[in-house]
Nanobody
């Protein structure tokens, strides 16, 4: 069982930076691949970024590539999403999730989800 708690959301202006954190419980955090998803009002949840449990391979949605960076600190059981040059269209609730495999974009493969943190970008 893994419990995930996101933090770091808030209100920022377009062009600003923001770092989201996701703290995980459990002693096997390092064996999980971690992903970030987001859901804007009236839209479906979409994949943002993922980092593999092994070799720290990463994968990004085209919409955030070059602006967002996912990283993890296994000693702290935490995964981060560094958001730079944010845009109004990045406004959404951001969720972190964990899976044992490596199907980064498939939300159905993630067994554990956090409650989400709101990110609002103003123009």
């Amino acid at each position: 069982q893994v419990q995930l708690v996101e933090s770091g959301g808030g209100l920022v202006q377009a062009g600003d930076s923001l770092r989201l954190s996701c703290a995980a419980s459990g002693r096997t955090f390092s064996s999980y691949s971690m992903g970030w998803f987001r859901q804007a009002p009236g839209k479906e949840r979409e994949f943002v970024a993922a980092i593999r449990w092994h070799f720290d391979s990463t994968y990004y949605a085209d919409s955030v590539k070059g602006r967002f960076t996912i990283s993890r600190d296994n000693a702290k059981n935490t995964v981060y999403l560094q958001m730079s040059s944010v845009k109004v269209e990045d406004t959404a609730v951001y969720y972190c999730a964990a899976q044992r495999s490596w199907f980064p974009t498939m939300s159905t493969q993630y067994a554990y989800w956090g409650q989400g943190t709101q990110v609002t970008v103003s123009s």
